[in-house]
């Protein structure tokens, strides 16, 4: 498939470039582009022959169902039905921005958008570069993130043009995304609302604006989901080819076992991996690579290190445990996801 490519500056947004692509995805055609997120694989959401085309560019399972991006809240009424108070506080308070709700979905949306489904993902995202598109292309647009199936997710412009080039209509690259992590999605469709997947729009801030919110507890489970109401619930996923693990336990510890196993990994031949703080990142042996200062950093920073880490051919790779507070909670979700759950405590 011949890709059209276009680099867009995110400062200083050419128009015709945006036309070219929308007109794509008017078309029925797949396009990839930046959130603030991760970058979305595009394709018009309301029809079936579009939305399949993105889950064979991704190798993506048919039940996993997609999140609509839409570009004002007046579209959300088209798409969903039984849109309570809270969902309302939910767009007024938080959108544009990096959180999706679950809602009831209405039957324009088909079921192969909603993965099988009777409810249906939404966001309105905040990247000038998305909301133009969307804007343009007259239409919701379903994006998953823009990689194939499993894999870590694209950050980064290299990331989708290195995986994507050939298998999708269009390309926007548009620099870096600002969040690293894909978006909250919060099921508002129970009396209580729920996260089905965390992101950096965190529980604590959910509570300040709508009070009690719950976790869904299969995310603390190494078990798969049978029925996945979110992206992202599937029990292996967001996976380099290096094998991960999750060294849990007080710091001197971690450091401790983590430089023990690259030892013991370098006698046999194996080459390893530290994902770690940049404060500890001269303790530790092996191929190092710094996650950030701050919860925040290792949240924008963690898809492009195990991306990085096949391209260092690296074998193994071992991650300090982070905490679970605030956008701990998603960092530590896409880990474990990561890890196929593989802790080791010490």
Same mark, same amino acid.
């Given at each position: 498939?011949?890709?059209i490519?276009?680099?867009?500056?995110i400062?200083n947004i050419d128009?015709?470039?945006i036309?070219?692509?929308?007109?794509l995805?008017?078309?029925?055609?797949t396009v990839?582009?930046?959130?603030?997120?991760v970058?979305?694989l595009?394709a018009?959401?309301?029809?079936?022959?579009?939305?399949?085309? %993105?889950?064979?560019?991704?190798?993506?399972?048919?039940?996993?169902?997609?999140?609509v991006?839409?570009y004002?809240?007046e579209e959300?009424?088209?798409?969903?039905k039984n849109?309570n =108070?809270?969902?309302?506080?939910?767009?007024?308070?938080?959108w544009?921005?990096?959180i999706t709700?679950?809602?009831?979905k209405?039957?324009?949306?088909p079921?192969?958008?909603?993965?099988?489904?009777?409810?249906v993902?939404?966001?309105?995202?905040s990247?000038?570069i998305?909301?133009?598109i969307i804007?343009?292309?007259?239409v919701? %647009?379903?994006?998953?993130?823009a990689n194939?199936?499993?894999?870590p997710?694209?950050? &980064?412009?290299?990331?989708?043009?290195?995986?994507m080039n050939g298998?999708?209509s269009? %390309?926007?690259?548009?620099?870096?995304c600002n969040?690293?992590?894909?978006?909250?999605?919060?099921?508002?469709?129970?009396?209580?609302p729920?996260?089905?997947?965390?992101?950096?729009?965190?529980?604590?801030?959910?509570?300040k604006?709508?009070?009690e919110?719950?976790?869904?507890?299969?995310?603390?489970?190494?078990?798969?989901?049978? &029925?996945?109401?979110?992206?992202?619930? !599937?029990y292996?996923?967001?996976s380099p080819?290096?094998?991960?693990?999750?060294?849990?336990?007080?710091?001197?510890?971690i450091?401790?076992?983590?430089?023990?196993?690259?030892e =013991?990994?370098?006698?046999?031949?194996?080459?390893?991996?530290?994902?770690?703080?940049e &404060?500890? &990142?001269?303790?530790?042996k092996?191929?190092?690579?710094?996650?950030g200062n701050t919860?925040?950093?290792?949240?924008?920073n963690l898809?492009h290190?195990?991306?990085?880490?096949?391209k260092m051919?690296?074998?193994v790779?071992?991650?300090?445990e982070?905490?679970t507070?605030?956008v701990?909670?998603?960092?530590?979700n896409r880990l474990?996801k990561?890890a196929?759950? !593989?802790? %080791?405590?010490?």
């Open positions: 498939m011949n890709t490519i276009s680099k867009i500056d400062n128009k015709s470039e036309k070219k692509q929308a007109e995805l008017k078309k029925g055609k990839i582009f930046p959130t603030e997120t970058y979305g595009g018009n959401a309301l029809d079936e022959d579009a939305v399949k085309k %993105i889950y064979e560019a991704k190798g993506r399972p048919s039940d996993n169902p997609l999140i991006h839409v004002s809240k959300v009424y088209n798409l969903a849109i =108070e809270k969902a309302e506080i939910i767009m007024e308070h938080f544009p921005g990096p709700i679950i809602l009831d209405k039957d324009i949306v079921y192969k958008t909603s993965g099988g489904l009777e409810t993902a939404i966001r309105m995202p990247h000038p998305a909301r133009e804007k343009q292309a007259g919701p %647009i379903a994006a998953p993130s194939i199936s499993g894999r997710s694209p950050t &980064k412009a290299d990331h989708v043009y290195e995986e298998r999708v269009g %390309i926007v690259l548009g620099g870096d969040f690293g992590l894909e978006s909250t999605v919060l099921d508002v469709t129970t009396e209580t729920m996260i089905l997947r965390p992101g950096s729009i965190t529980k604590e801030e959910l509570e604006v709508i009070g919110v719950l976790v869904d507890p299969s995310l603390a489970r190494k078990e798969d989901n049978d &029925k996945a109401k979110a992206p992202g619930m !599937k292996t996923h967001y080819d290096a094998d991960v693990y999750i060294v849990s336990g007080n710091e001197n510890n450091i401790e076992k983590i430089n023990s196993l690259v =013991e990994n370098k006698e046999n031949g194996i080459r390893t991996g530290v994902m770690c703080l &404060k500890n &990142k001269d303790k530790y092996g191929e190092v690579l710094s996650l919860l925040e950093e290792v949240g924008c898809f290190a195990l991306r990085q880490m096949d051919n690296i074998d790779v071992y991650s300090e982070f905490s507070y605030g701990g909670q998603a960092i530590m474990l990561s196929g759950y !593989k802790i %080791i405590n010490v």
